[in-house]
């Protein structure tokens, strides 16, 4: 249930509502959109009878809603949500381009790199400090140092950094250096990670698991944002499918069909997506041309010697190739590329 505020509604009145809301064992949730405010319910097991709001002062008008994953619904918010990453709103109208190693390796290699994805253009810094991988003996990245290595970077070249939050018992450290906490396919359904940042203040960037459907990624940013965490990105990134060809295979169908069910902005990353290095460009720019808020991508200085996912990551030159044709698709679409100002 939303219940819809008259804009000229007093504090005192929309406290009112939220008390009720409260009194009858639910949760209230503001929900501030272009020229009122509204409030959902969640909490309820099955559905509230408007009876008990519709007579309140301030409240204009009761509406039923039927998505299972309340907040994040376009039937709850009508108009796009706009994440501000420390400074860079993503889901507004320009286009946001996060690049960067798959993992943070050593100091030169990192501060190449975002020196590299700066110049080309790019908003956000990525690079995984502890990732989570497949084999065991496999590099498990740099951990603590990755986070220093990340900051350095950060404030050379004025890039805001992305970088993969594992688990609750790291979550800390990462959140104290992330400006956008990536929460990984393997994670998409760890309740008590998802719970944890949820429990933040601090932008999430929610990768898909890759037997995941839509509807299960959308409950999972449902877990963040009912926790009051508003701040919440999708991101498509390839799904299994029977296809053998390709490491995953990007459902682009995605962008489309999450932003006709959610207010939340898109994003994709065609480096996992397809995993193959010269086919990164196209499906960037196809997801572009699909109407992604942003791209993230692998970007590495010297991808065949990297320590993890080197067949899928770019090398600065061909990056840079794909942000000049980014721009060309973007303008299409009449949005322009996000850039960081720099002093
Ligand atoms: C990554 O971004 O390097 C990563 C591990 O991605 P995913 O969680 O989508 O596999
Ligand atoms: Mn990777």
Redesign the pocket.
Known sequence: MLIVLHPDISREQQGAVEARVRELGFTPHAIEGAGRTAIGITGNKGPVDPGHFRELPGVADCIPVTAPYKLVSREVKHEDTVVDVSGVPIGGSDLVVMAGP??VENENQILTAARGVAASGASLLRG?AFKPRTSPYDFQGLKQKGLELLEKARSETGLKIVTEVKDTETLAAVAESADLLQIGARNMQNFSLLEAVGDLRKPVLLKRGMSSTLKELLMAAEYIVSRGNKQVILCERGIRTFETMTRNTLDLNAVPMLKMQSHLPVVVDP??GIGIRSAVLPMARAAVAAGADGLII?VHPDPDRAL??GM?SLNLPLFDKLMREIEKIAAAMGRGLHRVARS
């Open positions: 798959c993992a995984g480096s996992h692998e993890s996912d899928q």
